[in-house]
């Protein structure tokens, strides 16, 4: 049988962690599919320390990071960039995850070269244009352009459906996160694992407090919302000596500026530069809970029995609202410190949080994308 062509792109190191195991799940199968990795760089440190850790190494690589990058340029960078790797390999199938420009660009640029585009983590809706922002936008155009699509729930395949999406084209596979975060786990812990960062994390860590992990970098969070969020930071780290608050601070500007001049000061709030992904695995389970506006946190906490709270109005990720796994808090102060301190006081209301279900999957949605694929072939 003629070998059929896989290109799985990515440019992120959130859409790196969530198609590294699809990466090495086709891998498994080079008798039947010729499977090729292109990386745009959207972001660059970040996904380079991804790649190094899954041990991929791209056939192709953009580079398009670039000092105040904006959306017009570098949608349009992907765009052309990627047109003489489509000529040059021309795939029968292409693979976009999520939300990113990355993926929003290359789903237009396959649609152009007539590939299969293959959305994974298809079906997240907000119904809200502006939040988040410009993610709900780009997921709903790989949405239009997409022949296959890969829904990590049945609410996902759900909003689907009712954009008129064929529901044979619609294959509900669980998140790929869950397959990364059960393989990095292991990896982690395994005794010839040594990693640097991680042994400083050991050293900063307060063995006798109750580890708070935060990540916020939104950009509908920008200006007053982060004030609000470093407001209610600093009274629950105030109101809390027996808690150490962790918090990787993003680059961004708008983001570092509230944060360390609100924050800084206080002996139990530790800022450190942003982590590898290993080391935030690491950090997330040795964590009490963790407050979060990360899509990706939302699913992976669970998995580690970690209650999370989200700073955001609106959450694509309904489901775990819904099981009791997160509450939206958004960037409210009050609402912040109030569940806060709920789960810091209330042992029983945390441990049943702990242990509620995830119900972003088990580990094996690399697997049933693959065998859809498979089954795809024999049937065309």
Known sequence: MLK??????????????????????????????????????????????????????????????????????????????LKPILEEFEPDYIYVHG??????????????????????????????????????MNRCVTGVLSTIHFSPTKTSKKNLVLENKPEASIVVT???????????????????????????????????????????????????????????????????????????????????????????????????APISYPAFVWLMEKSYMIITDSGGVQEEAPSLGKPVLVMRDTTERPEAVEAGTVILVGTNQTKIVEETQKLLDNYEWYNQMKRLHNPYGDGKACNRIVEHILKDENER
Not at 9 to 36: N, S, Y
């Open 99 to 136: 939300d990113t420009t990355t993926t929003m660009a290359t789903s237009i640029a396959g649609f152009y070269s007539k590939s299969i585009v293959c959305h994974v983590e298809a079906g997240l809706r907000t119904n809200n244009m502006k939040s988040p922002f410009p993610e709900e």
């Open 4 to 81: 059929r062509k896989n290109l799985i792109v990515f440019g992120t190191r959130p859409e790196a962690i969530k198609m590294a195991p699809l990466v090495m799940e086709f891998l498994k199968h080079p008798d039947d599919f010729v499977t090729k990795v292109c990386v745009t760089a959207q972001h660059r440190e970040m996904l380079d320390q991804v790649l190094s850790f899954f041990e991929i190494k791209p056939d192709y690589d953009l580079d398009l990071m670039k000092p105040n990058q904006n959306l017009y340029s570098l949608t349009a960078d992907i765009i052309i960039g």
């Open 174 to 272: 669980g998140n790929t996160v869950i397959d990364a975060l059960k393989y990095s786990v292991n990896k982690v812990k395994s005794v010839d694992f040594a990693d640097n960062e991680i042994n400083q994390l050991e050293g900063i860590l307060n063995k006798n407090r109750r580890i708070v992990l935060v990540t916020g970098h939104r950009r509908e969070n920008h200006g007053q919302g982060f004030i609000n969020i470093c407001k209610a930071l600093k009274k629950i780290a105030l109101d809390n000596e027996d808690v150490q608050i962790i918090y990787p601070v993003h680059l961004n500007p708008n983001v570092q500026k509230p944060v360390y001049n609100l924050l800084k000061e206080i002996e139990n709030i530790t800022l450190i």
